[in-house]
């Protein structure tokens, strides 16, 4: 089975903190994405990755960073996170023009 | 940029009843993807239709593309079928990277 694990589940951070969001895939996928989900918003993608150091802006990238130095791992940053940044963040990988898009559990951020 | 609308918002059935989703977007796409949200947050794809009519089990997603639209049904529902199903397309620009654009979501509760 394909994997996508976030390292955290639920966090708390302060407002000004530099916040790191981690993500790891198993299944060698080019393609990594970070979303954002609100309630009344659906999802909306933050950033994509489809190779190593390889990055494309989202709907909404403003007040975000992402990093990828290995091909299994796709890091989403907050510079300094703020209470408008509390959501719930989800990580996605799939190969090239796959037709199946696999998502990792999600992980609640509070930013107070 | 591409306008994904799903109906109904909400809906609440008795087990055993059956349910049609729709999901309306705004131009020609070549990938359309239902997914399933379950109550802990885990987002899973359930079909994969830019086009046609697939079935697995009790659920079934038909797409008329050049009618700009979707619905997924689900026959027999169970308690188990509750949670948010999202509609998600990517447009139709001549590539494929499954960067999706997705819909608010239906929040379905099946009660016993």
């Known amino acids: 089975d394909v994997k996508v694990t976030q390292s955290s589940r639920y966090l708390v951070k302060r407002t000004g903190e530099k916040v790191f969001l981690e993500c790891v895939q198993d299944?060698?996928?080019?393609?990594m994405f970070w979303y954002r989900q609100d309630p009344g918003l659906g999802l909306r993608l933050i950033y994509f990755s489809y190779d190593v150091k390889m990055k494309e802006k989202g709907d909404i990238p403003e007040g975000y960073s992402v990093s990828r130095e290995k091909k299994e791992r796709f890091s989403l940053i907050l510079e300094s996170a703020s209470t408008n940044q509390t959501s719930m963040y989800l990580c996605?990988?799939?190969?090239?023009?796959?037709?199946?898009?696999?998502f990792g559990e999600g992980s609640w951020l509070t930013v107070v | 940029g591409i306008q994904v609308e799903q109906s109904p918002p909400d809906l609440i059935l008795q087990e055993g009843a059956n349910s049609t989703l729709r999901c309306n977007f705004s131009?020609?796409?070549?990938?359309l993807q239902w997914f399933h949200q379950n109550p802990w947050g885990q987002l899973i794809n359930l079909f994969y239709i830019p086009s046609g009519t697939k079935q697995n089990g009790r659920l079934s997603a038909t797409t008329v593309a050049t009618e700009r639209y979707s619905l997924l049904y689900i026959s027999s529902s169970q308690t188990t079928d509750s949670g948010v199903y999202f509609c998600?397309?990517?447009?139709?620009?001549?590539?494929?990277?499954?960067?999706?654009?997705f819909g608010t979501g239906t929040l379905l509760a099946v009660q016993p």
């Open positions: 998600a397309v990517e447009r139709d620009y001549g590539g494929a990277t499954n960067k999706l654009i």
């Open positions: 131009d020609s796409v070549n990938n």
């Open positions: 299944m060698d996928h080019e393609n």
């Open positions: 996605a990988s799939s190969f090239v023009r796959a037709n199946t898009i696999y």
